[in-house]
């Protein structure tokens, strides 16, 4: 067994199990820190340790870490929200919670050694969407929705805060268990895609394992006071997606459904009413708006390739392969 202690920080979700199975792998010893709410139904092995925590409270974070008895090297800061109703809900969540955590290991002089910080390349904004100029780390961060904005903020915290870190900023994550795209095989499976938007869309991915892997390389490779993006080294169309996924699901025939952007825009603007009313934010909000109408999602890795040998080994089509698969095991395709 390895001498090295992790915590994965919102470890209870899609993307947690992911990496949590990744440390193990590797020897590590692995505490997944989550709520008491948490569901656990991905986090099965018996070598996992759990920390529970209060994350509304400052003091019972700091307790909740002595209580480990160790100080860990690596965190790994998973938690977030991608869909909120406001600013403020999306604040409370992506800044507010991650301060406390960082204000509760400055308390009890329990400062890792890395602090690997799961942000979105949301936060960078629309970018060129003439030339599709793939993003680079050294472009300015312009968020042009209430999600981006907020895990900007949590950057620029953990930035500030002496704490070594690693962040990354990545693109559309899938993988077996995952949802949002979980939809989109539902759909071409029903023999209909949907887009929208008449001009071109560069779309980017990383398979869930691939990030997970990344993650762990970067703690152990990277230098500190980083920031990567992450993404598969390409880009994709979106009748690439879809032919990818109809020949994984077996269907020979396709309709691509286009809707213009004004659709789009009423329709997601109804969903953010509805949604209030409801006091939950729908799927089609007015912030998904803005990240369905992006057309250029297009990465340059090149400074992960450079500190930590980034390599995703699964590109988009194997990695359809595999989430349909599990799908269809999980019974949530037939």
């Given at each position: ?16 199990g ?6 193990l ?9 989550v ?5 656990r139904?991905f ?25 480990a ?23 409370a ?124 390389d ?13 993404a598969?080294?390409r ?26 952007l ?20 729908l ?10 109408r ?7 890795i ?6 930590f ?10 990695g ?15």
């Amino acid at each position: 067994m390895s001498n090295i202690s992790v915590l994965v920080i919102g470890a209870g979700g899609f993307t947690g199990g992911f990496i949590v199975n990744e440390c193990l792998r590797r020897g590590w010893q692995v505490y997944a820190g989550v709520r008491e709410t948490t569901s656990r139904a991905f986090l099965t092995d018996p070598a996992i340790r759990f920390l529970t925590f209060d994350f509304d409270d400052t003091a019972a974070i700091a307790a909740t870490l002595q209580s480990a008895g160790v100080r860990f090297q690596y965190v790994i800061y998973n938690l977030g929200a991608t869909k909120a109703l406001t600013f403020s809900e999306f604040n409370a969540v992506n800044h507010d919670i991650l301060r406390r955590v960082l204000d509760a290991f400055t308390h009890t002089s329990l400062t890792p050694d890395k602090f690997l910080y799961i942000s979105s390349l949301s936060v960078m904004g629309k970018g060129d969407e003439r030339g599709y100029t793939p993003f680079r780390t050294t472009d300015i961060p312009a968020p042009d929705t209430r999600y981006g904005a907020s895990k900007l903020k949590a950057e620029l915290l953990l930035q500030s805060s002496g704490v070594p870190y690693i962040i990354f900023r990545c693109t559309g994550i899938y993988g077996p268990h995952e949802r949002d795209y979980f939809l989109m095989f539902k759909s071409i499976a029903s023999g209909i895609d949907f887009s929208v938007g008449f001009r071109r869309q560069l779309l980017t991915f990383i398979y869930v394992e691939d990030l997970a892997c990344a993650i762990a390389d970067a703690l152990q490779k990277a230098p500190t006071g980083r920031v990567y993006l992450i993404a598969e080294p390409r880009a994709y169309t979106q009748r690439e997606f879809r032919t990818m996924s109809a020949e994984a699901l077996g269907k020979r025939q396709v309709l691509p459904l286009k809707a213009p952007l004004w659709i789009l825009k009423i329709v997601c603007t109804a969903g953010g009413v509805i949604g209030r009313m409801k006091h939950k934010p729908l799927t089609l909000n007015p912030d998904k708006y803005h990240i369905l109408r992006q057309r250029n999602w297009n990465a340059d890795i090149s400074d992960a390739v450079r500190d930590f040998g980034f390599s995703p080994r699964v590109d988009l089509r194997e990695g359809i392969r595999r989430s349909v698969e599990w799908y269809r095991k999980a019974g949530w395709l037939k």
